[in-house]
């Protein structure tokens, strides 16, 4: 497999996506519902592998993602996507969340996770990211 493609494939599709946590994403501490971190790390995801891919890929599994920091009503996060591992048929993304205080500079991480996803044909089969 050509590393210099793989490379340039893994540039291109690192995603960026911001958002600000309102009250309706929040659980009863006010800070950000688990699930929905985990839908729009899953989502974020999902857009990455695809512009890395370009092919149809279905989420597969998420492997750790570990909650650092609680994420409060009102912050700005951004989440950043990146390809890390190529097989086959399959790839890993890696996401990361990171806190914003809208009114200063300070950018911390607050969560990380991994998922993964298989390129599939039009049948839904496994099928290779790179046709040889």
């Known amino acids: 497999m050509n590393q210099l493609l793989i490379k340039k494939r893994e540039d291109m599709s690192e995603t960026r996506v911001a958002k600000v946590v309102f009250p309706n994403t929040t659980n009863h501490y006010d800070t950000l519902f688990g699930g929905i971190a985990l839908q729009w790390m899953d989502e974020v995801a999902y ?26 009503t009102g912050i700005l996060v951004e989440l950043v996507a990146r390809v890390v591992k190529v097989g086959k048929t399959s790839l890993k993304v890696e996401v990361n969340i990171y806190l914003e205080q809208l009114h200063s500079d300070k950018v911390e991480k607050a969560i990380t996770g991994h998922f993964n996803f298989v390129a599939v044909d039009e049948d839904k089969r496994p099928t290779p990211i790179f046709n040889d």
């Open 47 to 72: 857009i990455a592998a695809t512009r890395f891919a370009r092919k149809q890929v279905v989420t597969i599994s998420t492997e750790r993602v570990d909650f650092n920091k609680p994420i409060p």
